[in-house]
T-cell receptor, first 113, second 112 residues
Framework: DVKVTQSSRYLVKRTGEKVFLECVQDMDHENMFWYRQDPGLGLRLIYFSYDVKMKEKGDIPEGYSVSREKKERFSLILESASTNQTSMYLC????????????FGPGTRLTVL | KQEVTQIPAALSVPEGENLVLNCSFTDSAIYNLQWFRQDPGKGLTSLLLIQSSQREQTSGRLNASLDKSSGRSTLYIAASQPGDSATYLCAVNNFGNEKLTFGTGTRLTIIP
């Protein structure tokens, strides 16, 4: 079974702090994704990575950056957390170029005070 | 730009009933369409994936159909159970694009 894990289920940070959200997958997938999910807005793509050190902006990249130094790990970084970044963050991975689904992690509920 | 809509946003039905969830999309040049389930506070679980060349997929009590020409998909749940209560999300993958576009979901409640 594919397993996608996220470093924290719940996280509380203060405005201005630098926040790291980690995602690890164990299936050698090329593609990894970071989404945020907010009521009424659904899932919105923040960043996408299609290989080590390769990234592409999603629909809402402002205020975020990412890092992919190893194939299995994709990190989302909030350089200076703000209250409007309070949200559920979901990581996903999938095999590139084949008709397969995305596999999601359990999510991190981030609260910025 | 692809847009995915799911109506209604919430649905309550008595246990045992059959039900249909709806999904519509604006750009018919899709590679595949997927249905996911999300339990409160959890990640998404893939239910069914329909390729653009297919009309339907079935898994147990679930049947998903796809009509590309009209930009619609339905998820049929037979003999609903309280354990089916969750939010159901539809997502489409366009050709030449590894990314998914999600609908905002239908929150389903099965009343015992």
């Amino acid at each position: 079974d594919v397993k996608v894990t996220q470093s924290s289920r719940y996280l509380v940070k203060r405005t201005g702090e630098k926040v790291f959200l980690e995602c690890v997958q164990d299936m050698d997938h090329e593609n990894m994704f970071w989404y945020r999910q907010d009521p009424g807005l659904g899932l919105r793509l923040i960043y996408f990575s299609y290989d080590v050190k390769m990234k592409e902006k999603g629909d809402i990249p402002e205020g975020y950056s990412v890092s992919r130094e190893k194939k299995e790990r994709f990190s989302l970084i909030l350089e200076s957390a703000s209250t409007n970044q309070t949200s559920m963050y979901l990581c996903a991975s999938r095999l590139a170029g084949v008709p397969d689904t995305q596999y999601f992690g359990p999510g991190t509920r981030l609260t910025v005070l | 730009k692809q847009e995915v809509t799911q109506i209604p946003a919430a649905l309550s039905v008595p246990e045992g009933e059959n039900l249909v969830l709806n999904c519509s999309f604006t750009d018919s040049a899709i590679y595949n369409l997927q249905w996911f389930r999300q339990d409160p506070g959890k990640g998404l679980t893939s239910l069914l994936l329909i390729q653009s060349s297919q009309r339907e997929q079935t898994s147990g009590r679930l049947n998903a159909s796809l009509d590309k020409s009209s930009g619609r998909s339905t998820l049929y749940i037979a003999a609903s159970q309280p354990g089916d209560s969750a939010t159901y999300l539809c997502a489409v993958n366009n050709f030449g694009n590894e990314k998914l576009t999600f609908g905002t979901g239908t929150r389903l409640t099965i009343i015992p």
